[in-house]
């Protein structure tokens, strides 16, 4: 154990992610159990450059594993892109004694708090919370299995009405830059196609998929679209496509929006925020820093930052087959 955390500071920043609170309240609680002081700042970075500091303790996280957002709040910060801002932050933490941070968030988060060890040597641990799932070392992210649970579930209602109607609905969900969300949701919900950004099949492939389904029977058809997908400028482009080359059906359009990040967390979320969050603490007094904290094969694992941003995460190929066998 390291004798020299006695303070540690948690915030969360970029997208809310349901979750986020349940991973709060277990770093708060296990710096309780280890007798640690625990601060929380308010709105993330930009709060860590202002100074929006409040101490925290078991009782102040009382009654919130069960709501989604984020007691913290959250805000994107352009000041901490700089490095007058992040300054500004450093002698924030070192006024305030604060020994160690614990960020949530994803990407960009962890992007910044890797920044910030380089230039400060300031001990940082990551806690991945967000709903696109495209972190690199972990298998979950926080918030992604509620997301996944939220897009089926209005994916469920909407083909009530598509069978009522003879209607084909394009549904886009979030994944600008990862279609886990698209394509596992339109497994779990019977999409007729999905379409994410890996793997561009083409507005001609669409229709051609599309007849093959009307063909064989079938009166109506979801397509589920990841909003990064490129098939189109927007899903509104490409629907208006799918009607100029299809008559056979009448084409709607939902974007789901933010209904995927709010809501109350799943089990599986609460479970996992609060492993990690206990995780984090525990790494902490190891003396870790500069890693994030994520699951692999139901384990506690330790990922350096510069991994955890790499970029290069891989869709499971398998899934897309999956998706096209039992599509048919």
Known sequence: MSAKIKRVAVLTSGGDAPGMNAAIRAVVRACSFHDLECVGIFRGLQGLIEGDFKEMGPRSVKNIINRGGTLLKSARSKDFRTKEGRKVAYRNLIDAEIDALVVIGGDGTFTGANVFNDEFDFPIVGIPGTIDNDINGTDYTIGYDTALNTVVEAIDKIRDTANSHNRLFLVEVMGRDAGDIALNAGIGAGAE????????????????????????????????????????????????????????????????????????????????????????????????????????????????????????????????RVADITSV
């Open 193 to 320: 196609e999905i379409l994410i950004p890996e793997e561009n099949l083409g507005k001609e492939r669409l229709i051609a998929s599309l007849k093959r389904s009307k063909s064989s029977g079938k009166t109506s058809s979801i397509v589920v679209v990841a909003e990064g997908d490129q098939s189109g400028k927007n899903i509104f482009e490409l629907a208006e496509y799918v009607r100029e080359n299809m008559n056979e059906y009448e084409v709607k359009v939902t974007v789901l929006g933010h209904i995927q990040r709010g809501g109350s967390p799943s089990c599986f979320d609460r479970v996992l925020a609060s492993r990690l969050g206990v995780g984090a603490i525990d790494a902490l007094l190891e003396g870790k820093r500069d890693i994030m904290i994520g699951i692999s094969n139901n384990k506690i694992v330790h990922v350096a930052f510069s991994e955890a941003i790499k970029g290069d995460n891989k869709i499971d190929i398998d899934l897309i």
